[in-house]
C-alpha cells in the first residue's frame, strides 16, 4: 500500500476494491504496515530477540505498531498466543488515551468480530479467546512487583520518571511462556536505560521517521513542523527518532544527572518555587518556566518538579506555580521580573496574598548565570529527585551560544533561579524540616 502511495496510484487501487476486500485490507496488518513497523526476525546478536526498541519521530507509526504487535500476540497471528500481557505507559492517562483508546490504540486496530472487551475501572482488555492485557503505569513501580505475563509493550519509555525501577520490575514479572517478550516504543533520549538496551546483543533495533509516515499526517504539520525543525538537533531527535547524544560544549551531561539522580528526597530545611515567566502567552511564545527545589541539612538541592508549560496567560502559569507552592509547601516563589516587572508580583498577590514572592533581576547572560549552578551539579550538590526529561533536553543541550534550536531555555532558567536561592544566595535561618 505505502509503495501505491508512493507511485501516486494508492486512489485508483482504493477504488477498484469491494466493501469486504475494504474491511480485510483494512486490518491486515503484514499489507498495511511498512517495512519498520514490522516485528524483526533477530536480534542485533544474530538470534531471536527478547526485546524490540522501536525509535520513532513524532507521528511516525510507532503506537500502530505497537497495538498491532499486541493484537498479532493476543490472536495468534505470528505464532503461540500470549495469555497475558502488560502494558505500561507512562501514566495511567496515556495507558488509556494512546495505547488503548488512541486512534491508533489497541481497541482501533481490531476488527469488530476480534476486538478485546475493554475494562476501563480495572484497566483491563480481554479477547475472545481467553487473552488478558493489563494496564501499568510505570509512575508507580512497584504495581508491577507480582502480576506475571509473557509479553510486555512499553510506550515512551525514554520519558518514563522512574523507568529503571519499573522496566527492572516487569522484567521480574516476564515469566510466562516459552520465551516472554517485549516490545518498547519511544522518541529516543540519550537515557542511561535507552543506551543499555541499545547495547544489549539480544535487543532488535528499528528506526523511523516522521516522514517515512506522511500519508497519514496533517499537509499543515508536515508544512510547519516539519518544515521548522527539519535539520535541528530537535528536529533530529523528534522527527528522525535519531538518538543524539549530549553536546560536546554543554554545561550538563546525561551521564552526570543520571549519577546524581534519587527515586525521593530527604528531609528538605527550605523549598522555593522559581517562575520564568514569558514575555508573551501566545501558543508559539517561549514557555513559562516553573521549577520546584528544595535543600538538605547538608546543602544539597534536590529539584522536585518541573511543571513548565507553554502559551499560558498570566493568571493560569500564576495559578499553576502558586499550586505547587502549596502542594510542596514551598517557603516562597521566586520570580525573574526582567519581562514583567512589578507585573509579576501583582498577579500572584491577586491570587493568593499569602505566598511570599521574591523578585530577582538578570543582569548577565544566561550561560553566565548557569555556570555556577553546573559547577554545583559537578561537585555532587544537586541531585534530581525523578527524572524530568523535557528539563534535562535542555540542560544537555545549553551551549555557550542557547539552544540548538534556537529558543529560550525556559526550563533551564526557572532551574537557574531556585538552586541560585537555596544554595547561592543569602543564608536564611531558623529552617523548618519538611519529608516528601
Request: net charge neutral; charged share 25%.
Amino acid at each position: 500500500m505505502n509503495a501505491c502511495w508512493q507511485d501516486g496510484r494508492l486512489a485508483e487501487v482504493i477504488a477498484a476494491l469491494d466493501a469486504g476486500t475494504m474491511e480485510w485490507l483494512a486490518h491486515h496488518w503484514p499489507l498495511l504496515g511498512r517495512a519498520s513497523q514490522q516485528a524483526p526476525a533477530t536480534a542485533q546478536g544474530g538470534g531471536d530477540w527478547l526485546t524490540w526498541l522501536v525509535l520513532g519521530g513524532r507521528g511516525a507509526g510507532k503506537t500502530r505498531a505497537g497495538a498491532e504487535w499486541v493484537r498479532a500476540l493476543a490472536l495468534g497471528h505470528d505464532g503461540p498466543k500470549a495469555g497475558r500481557i502488560a502494558l505500561i505507559a507512562e501514566s495511567l492517562g496515556d495507558f488509556r488515551e494512546v495505547m488503548v483508546e488512541g486512534v491508533s490504540g489497541i481497541l482501533a486496530v481490531h476488527p469488530r468480530a476480534e476486538r478485546p472487551t475493554w475494562e476501563p475501572t480495572r484497566r483491563r482488555l480481554e479477547w475472545p479467546n481467553g487473552a488478558v492485557a493489563q494496564g501499568f503505569s510505570a509512575d508507580d513501580p512497584e504495581s508491577l512487583r507480582g502480576p506475571q505475563f509473557d509479553a510486555a509493550w512499553c510506550d515512551e519509555l525514554a520519558k518514563w520518571r522512574y523507568a529503571q525501577a519499573a522496566f527492572d520490575m516487569l522484567q521480574f514479572g516476564l515469566r510466562l511462556g516459552r520465551r516472554p517478550r517485549q516490545m518498547v516504543t519511544t522518541t529516543p533520549r540519550p537515557t542511561s536505560l535507552v543506551r543499555a538496551l541499545l547495547a544489549d546483543p539480544r535487543t532488535a533495533v528499528t528506526r523511523m521517521g516522521t516522514a517515512e509516515n506522511a500519508v497519514h499526517l496533517a499537509p499543515t504539520f508536515l508544512e510547519g513542523v516539519v518544515g521548522r525543525y527539519a535539520g535541528t538537533r530537535l528536529g533530529r531527535q523528534e522527527l528522525e527518532g535519531e538518538l543524539v547524544e549530549d553536546r560536546p560544549d554543554a554545561l550538563w551531561t546525561r551521564e552526570g544527572l543520571e549519577s546524581g539522580r534519587l527515586a525521593a528526597p530527604p528531609p528538605l530545611i527550605r523549598i522555593v518555587i522559581a517562575v520564568d515567566p514569558p514575555a508573551s502567552s501566545r501558543k508559539q511564545a517561549d514557555a513559562c518556566g516553573i521549577v520546584a527545589a528544595g535543600i538538605d541539612r547538608e546543602g544539597v538541592v534536590h529539584v522536585l518538579a518541573d511543571e513548565s508549560a507553554q502559551g499560558l496567560t498570566p493568571s493560569r502559569w500564576g495559578a499553576r506555580a502558586i499550586a505547587l507552592f502549596h502542594r510542596l509547601e514551598a517557603d516562597r516563589v521566586v520570580v525573574e521580573v526582567n519581562q514583567g516587572g512589578e507585573m509579576v508580583r501583582t498577579i500572584l498577590n491577586g491570587l493568593d496574598p499569602g505566598v511570599p514572592v521574591a523578585e530577582v533581576r538578570a543582569t548577565r547572560g544566561k550561560w553566565l548565570r548557569a555556570e555556577p549552578v553546573a559547577a554545583l551539579y559537578e561537585q555532587g550538590r544537586v541531585r534530581h529527585a525523578g527524572a524530568f526529561p523535557q528539563l534535562e533536553d535542555e540542560l544537555c543541550d545549553f551551549g555557550p551560544e542557547g539552544l540548538s534550536n534556537g529558543r529560550s531555555p525556559d526550563r533551564l532558567d526557572a532551574l537557574v533561579w531556585a538552586v541560585t536561592a537555596l544554595a547561592l544566595g543569602p543564608k536564611e535561618t531558623a529552617p523548618r524540616v519538611r519529608r516528601m
